[in-house]
């Protein structure tokens, strides 16, 4: 065969891209049973801290807990758990083996548990699975959750695998992102993304010099979240749900230190420095979505934020309302957003699955319409703003078609 013959590389790579964009295929989340109301937490976290004659610091996280909006949270780690390691309450006790041990075996099956339900809904074997994306800021093993879920699951031995760490609360954007990127650049692939969280890994007591340290013990809980993308959908198995049009980062100069994590020898530490943290992306988030939108040529001078939907990740209330009252949204706009921190906290990466699968849950049986171009936002440390223009398959989206 003559050299002339043979396909250049430039002909190779454009039959090994995928021909339509990536799209969200199928949604899937789990949460632990154990479940405790936000108004009765105070209690249960001085009870089980071991601390209830720190009364000032119990009204202290009462105040906190109320200012979330949230009503309920779930966790793996019960009260059980807690008396089996007191090490675990104490910052200068060494403990990070034992919470490390401990997410080992239960993250890969919570995020199993997400997962089998978007490989359900999805339509197709667990085996067409080409590849996957996990997101944990809960975990730091090699094999780790990636290795045992794709066990779980029972995925082929030659799915790709990545890991993201320690990406907080961005980590579920950030997956997508990559999602969308390997869907669209391998012909037929079908990426699993699976985002899990277990704060036992931040678990600890008060601390009467760092009262502030209570708000992460106000917000967070535990979940995990699934989505498969892919692109060129098999009809008419696959039903694209959501398009993933352009994905991007914006990172907020100066503002590193403003929400921090890092493991240590007690566990997963930080800061959470609410004051300057709340207003940062009511105040980028225009900017943003014009940055997103405007190169795509979908969108006038004159937009209107009200005609698209918002799959944001809601992190705490003020948050969502200084987005609310930045691009001066109509009451309702963020409902998917602020329902999901009602009904389970902060979540962080897993929280943005749970808000997009509100959210086509909304489309799909109150036939909510606000248009078919819509917005994904996720929020972590850096101050890092990841931005995902959607467009809703409306076909798809209502039942009555």
């Not at 667990?126 to 996990?134: F, K």
Request: aromatic share 6%.
């Amino acid at each position: 065969m003559g050299s002339n013959s043979l396909p250049s590389v430039r002909e190779i790579r454009r039959s090994q891209r995928a021909d339509g964009p990536a799209a969200v295929l199928a949604i899937g989340t789990a949460n632990p049973p154990n479940c405790v109301s936000q108004e009765e937490y105070p209690d249960y976290y001085f009870r089980v801290a071991k601390s209830q004659h720190l009364t000032d610091l119990k009204q202290k996280l009462k105040t906190f807990c109320q200012m979330t909006s949230t009503e309920k949270r779930y966790f793996y780690h019960t009260e059980e758990l807690l008396d089996a390691h007191p090490e675990f309450l104490l910052r200068d006790t060494p403990s990070l083996d034992a919470r490390l041990d401990i997410v080992a075996a239960a993250a890969p099956e919570l995020a199993a548990s997400a997962a089998a339900k978007a490989i359900a809904e999805w339509g197709r074997p667990a085996t067409d699975i080409t590849h996957l994306v996990v997101s944990t800021n809960s975990g730091a093993h090699s094999p780790g959750v990636d290795l045992r879920l794709a066990s779980l699951l029972g995925l082929r031995a030659s799915v790709c695998r990545t890991m993201i760490n320690l990406n907080g609360c961005s980590a579920g954007a950030a997956s997508l992102r990559l999602a969308k990127d390997l869907a669209e650049n391998n012909r037929g692939a079908r990426v699993l993304v699976a985002c899990v969280e277990l704060t036992i890994v931040a678990f600890r007591g008060p601390e009467e010099a760092y009262p502030h340290r209570l708000i992460s013990q106000a917000a967070f809980g535990d979940g995990a979240g699934a989505v498969i993308v892919g692109a060129d959908a098999v009809q008419p198995v696959e039903r694209p749900l959501f398009e993933m049009v352009s994905a991007s980062q914006t990172i907020i100069p100066g503002t590193d230190g403003v929400l921090t994590m890092q493991l240590t020898e007690a566990g997963l530490d930080g800061h959470i420095f609410t004051r300057e943290l709340i207003p940062l992306a009511g105040q980028h988030v225009e900017q943003c979505l014009t940055d997103a939108f405007q190169p795509l040529g979908i969108m006038s001078d004159g937009t209107k934020w009200n005609d698209m939907f918002f799959v944001v990740h809601p992190g705490i209330r003020g948050i969502m309302d200084h987005i609310d009252g930045a691009l001066r949204l109509d009451p309702g706009k963020l409902a998917a957003s602020r329902t999901v921190l009602r009904e389970y906290g902060n979540m962080l990466g897993a929280t943005l699955i749970f808000v997009l699968d509100e959210q086509r849950r909304r489309m799909e049986e109150e036939g909510e319409r606000t248009g078919e171009w819509g917005v994904m936002m996720g929020f972590g440390p850096g101050f890092t703003v990841e931005t995902m223009v959607l467009h809703a398959v409306a076909s798809n989206l209502d039942k009555k078609n």
